[in-house]
């Protein structure tokens, strides 16, 4: 049995814009009172060589602002993220699962979506 709904949002760093390549580097979780975010350091530290340092310099400012910040509070937040494109960072439309919102599932889905050790 579960106990309520899980929402989740991958975010992406746009490797490639011609050829559409990313990589998924976060991932953002709302339970429909809270968002949080969660990133891997060691996947943005290891596509350094896959962009210009220009974009990738802005790229890991931007996801850490991001984080430190915290100005996504709203899942209208996340969808307005979706909806907006810089061909550096996207945003994956909110999917809902059938999970309770605790540290396990979140953990389950970063390890499947962003990173695993």
């Known amino acids: 049995m579960y106990e309520g709904e899980l929402k989740y949002s991958i975010i992406y ?8 390549e ?25 596509i350094t060589d896959l962009m210009e340092p220009s974009r990738h310099k802005y790229l890991k400012g931007t996801i850490l602002s991001m984080s430190t ?5 709203t899942e209208s937040d996340i969808n307005y993220l979706v909806r907006y494109s810089n061909n550096l960072i996207t945003f994956s439309k909110l999917e809902t699962v059938r999970l309770s919102p605790n540290d396990k599932n979140k953990d389950k889905l970063y390890k499947m979506f962003v990173y695993s050790n």
Do not use: P
Request: overall charge positive; proline content about 0%.
């Open 13 to 20: 760093a746009e490797i490639n814009t011609v050829s559409s």
């Open 22 to 46: 990313r990589i998924s580097v976060g991932i953002l979780f709302s339970d429909g009172d809270n968002v949080e975010m969660r990133y891997s350091k060691k996947k943005i530290s290891a």
């Open 69 to 73: 910040r915290k100005k996504i509070k």
